[in-house]
């Protein structure tokens, strides 16, 4: 952090206790986006939220209704020639259950051994606050932003973001930007900072294998007709080979592969592969062949059967062959892996594979796309140099395995490059009992969200499509 007190800084030191009561007052609102009793905790939520925008100068702050909890929106875009950026947070939270594992009520937030304790404090309604604090500070001392600035935050991040995309092809006009933020991630292992540059996608698919139309004595018809549990099997393990490598012809066509500075960055990471397999209680780690742990689960695809079943499952024994057998399957994809595209390569090879005396069907469950902002992107340079500024480290460049449903949206919908800073503690406990923010990592933040709109300013980001 530089030295010298800027009035940004001497703003935020002199606001600190309003700060905090701020952010308490938004975490004691139970805006649980999943439970229908608390739809109206969700628009206090959007309204808390709303008015702040409102209060520190942000402008066209709206609550937009969707069939499900409100978007807020609201822009301050008067940085001409600079670039715009979209920020995204949401606003509703997890459902607090098992309760009695908190150590205080969830929407009573505390303050214990430096951090704030409550529902939301770190994912996501903690990380909204900083980014309406960084606001409120530029703009109460300078009068003015660096960059123009579109904020949309939702309420139904934690329920799938079930009418968000709807809304985002609605409002498209209004989302123009050069970029989008969001933060709804966090820092590494050991509360090192980090940047996340990639979220894996998903493809879901059922197979159902069906023969006779009841189970058969298999002594009487055994030896004769195919066993639908046999067949399952064989297609599964016709699926992925001894390698970790998935079988299905033109499944790693779009895949984009790790440059050697991606590599590089990976292994750089502090990670214990030994403490890993000892903390999952595994005699071994397995994977694809060529691949570090790290980037077999973050940075490949993968396949998994996540369900299976079918035939006598109980006590003791029953000598019969299953009318049918069942499997869901599953595969994390990454860039540039088309969630559609996957799952007619995965039906198509089902029905190539699957033996001759049985109905195999596959049957899509649902998809989501991957997505990934290059460690070289001038928006992830311009957060990284932030962070280092009001960390006092450099970032470590993270892949995610799992996935936030808008990020991908807002690349296909909105065409736009995705910059995921986000700043909770890793052992944040979100979506537990006990989450929690330290607020070193809130307080700094805040200062580098502050920063980080000077670095967008200092890029050319968009500038082509300005001239
Ligand atoms: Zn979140």
Same mark, same amino acid.
């Given at each position: 952090m530089?030295t010298?007190?800027t009035?940004?800084?001497?703003y935020?030191?002199?606001n600190r206790? +309003?700060?905090?009561?701020? $952010?308490?007052a938004?975490l004691r609102i139970?805006s649980?986006?999943?439970?229908?009793q608390?739809?109206?905790?969700c628009?206090?939520a959007a309204?808390?939220v709303?008015?702040?925008l409102? /209060?520190?100068g942000?402008e066209?702050v709206?609550?937009?209704p969707?069939?499900?909890?409100?978007v807020? $929106?609201?822009?301050?875009?008067?940085?001409?020639?600079?670039p715009?950026?979209l920020?995204?947070?949401?606003?509703?939270?997890q459902?607090?259950?098992p309760l009695e594992l908190?150590?205080?009520?969830?929407?009573?937030p505390?303050?214990?051994d430096?951090?704030?304790?409550?529902?939301?404090?770190?994912?996501d309604k903690? =990380?909204?606050h900083?980014?309406?604090?960084?606001? /409120?500070?530029?703009?109460?001392?300078k009068g003015r932003l660096?960059v123009n600035?579109?904020?949309?935050f939702?309420g139904e991040e934690?329920?799938?973001?079930?009418h968000?995309?709807k809304?985002?092809?609605?409002?498209?006009a209004?989302?123009?930007a050069?970029?989008?933020v969001i !933060?709804d991630t966090?820092?590494?292992?050991?509360?090192?900072?980090?940047?996340?540059?990639?979220? +894996?996608g998903?493809m879901y698919?059922q197979?159902?294998v069906?023969?006779?139309?009841?189970d058969?004595?298999s002594g009487g018809?055994?030896?004769?007709?195919?066993n639908?549990?046999?067949a399952?099997a064989?297609i599964?393990?016709g699926?992925?080979?001894?390698?970790?490598?998935? =079988?299905?012809?033109g499944?790693?066509d779009d895949?984009? /592969?790790l440059?050697?500075a991606?590599?590089?960055a990976?292994?750089?990471?502090p990670?214990?592969?030994e403490?890993?397999r000892e903390?999952?209680?595994l005699p071994?780690?397995v994977?694809e062949v060529? $691949?570090t742990?790290l980037? +077999?689960?973050?940075?490949?695809?993968t396949?998994?059967?996540?369900?299976?079943?079918g035939?006598? =499952?109980?006590?003791?024994a029953?000598t019969?062959?299953?009318?049918?057998?069942?499997a869901k399957?599953s595969c994390?994809l990454?860039?540039?892996?088309d969630?559609?595209?996957?799952? /007619?390569l995965?039906r198509?090879?089902?029905a190539?594979?699957a033996p001759?005396g049985?109905r195999t069907?596959?049957t899509?469950?649902?998809?989501?796309?991957? !997505?990934?902002?290059?460690m070289?992107?001038?928006a992830t340079?311009a957060?990284?140099?932030a962070?280092?500024?009001?960390?006092g480290?450099?970032p470590?460049?993270?892949?995610e395995?799992?996935?936030?449903p808008?990020?991908?949206?807002?690349?296909?919908?909105?065409?736009l490059?995705?910059?995921?800073?986000?700043?909770?503690n890793?052992?944040?406990?979100?979506h537990a009992p006990?989450?929690?923010m330290v607020?070193d990592? $809130?307080e700094?933040?805040?200062?580098?969200?502050?920063?980080?709109?000077?670095?967008?300013a200092?890029?050319?980001?968009?500038?082509?499509?300005?001239?």
């Amino acid at each position: 952090m530089t030295t010298t007190t800027t009035d940004l800084d001497a703003y935020l030191d002199a606001n600190r206790d +309003r700060r905090i009561a701020s $952010y308490e007052a938004f975490l004691r609102i139970p805006s649980i986006s999943a439970l229908p009793q608390h739809a109206a905790d969700c628009k206090r939520a959007a309204a808390f939220v709303a008015d702040e925008l409102r /209060e520190m100068g942000v402008e066209h702050v709206e609550i937009s209704p969707t069939a499900g909890h409100p978007v807020v $929106y609201g822009d301050w875009l008067h940085a001409d020639g600079a670039p715009t950026v979209l920020v995204y947070g949401h606003y509703d939270v997890q459902p607090v259950d098992p309760l009695e594992l908190w150590v205080s009520p969830p929407f009573e937030p505390v303050v214990r051994d430096g951090r704030i304790l409550a529902r939301g404090a770190a994912d996501d309604k903690g =990380q909204i606050h900083m980014h309406l604090r960084a606001t /409120e500070a530029i703009l109460a001392t300078k009068g003015r932003l660096p960059v123009n600035l579109r904020f949309l935050f939702e309420g139904e991040e934690e329920s799938a973001s079930e009418h968000l995309e709807k809304w985002l092809a609605a409002n498209h006009a209004r989302l123009a930007a050069d970029v989008a933020v969001i !933060s709804d991630t966090g820092f590494f292992e050991g509360n090192l900072p980090a940047i996340t540059l990639s979220l +894996r996608g998903i493809m879901y698919a059922q197979i159902d294998v069906i023969g006779a139309p009841v189970d058969l004595h298999s002594g009487g018809f055994g030896g004769a007709v195919e066993n639908p549990a046999n067949a399952l099997a064989r297609i599964i393990a016709g699926l992925k080979g001894e390698d970790g490598r998935i =079988q299905i012809p033109g499944f790693y066509d779009d895949v984009v /592969e790790l440059s050697a500075a991606d590599r590089s960055a990976l292994a750089k990471l502090p990670f214990d592969e030994e403490a890993y397999r000892e903390a999952l209680g595994l005699p071994a780690l397995v994977g694809e062949v060529g $691949y570090t742990t790290l980037e +077999r689960r973050g940075v490949r695809p993968t396949l998994d059967v996540n369900g299976l079943w079918g035939g006598f =499952q109980g006590d003791g024994a029953k000598t019969i062959i299953p009318a049918h057998a069942h499997a869901k399957v599953s595969c994390r994809l990454v860039a540039n892996q088309d969630p559609e595209r996957i799952f /007619e390569l995965f039906r198509d090879h089902v029905a190539r594979i699957a033996p001759p005396g049985v109905r195999t069907t596959v049957t899509s469950l649902g998809g989501g796309r991957p !997505s990934l902002t290059p460690m070289d992107h001038p928006a992830t340079q311009a957060a990284a140099r932030a962070i280092e500024a009001a960390f006092g480290r450099a970032p470590l460049y993270i892949r995610e395995g799992g996935s936030i449903p808008v990020c991908a949206s807002f690349e296909t919908v909105l065409g736009l490059p995705v910059v995921l800073a986000g700043f909770t503690n890793p052992d944040d406990n979100a979506h537990a009992p006990n989450e929690s923010m330290v607020l070193d990592n $809130y307080e700094r933040g805040i200062r580098a969200i502050a920063r980080l709109w000077d670095e967008i300013a200092a890029t050319k980001l968009g500038a082509a499509a300005r001239a």
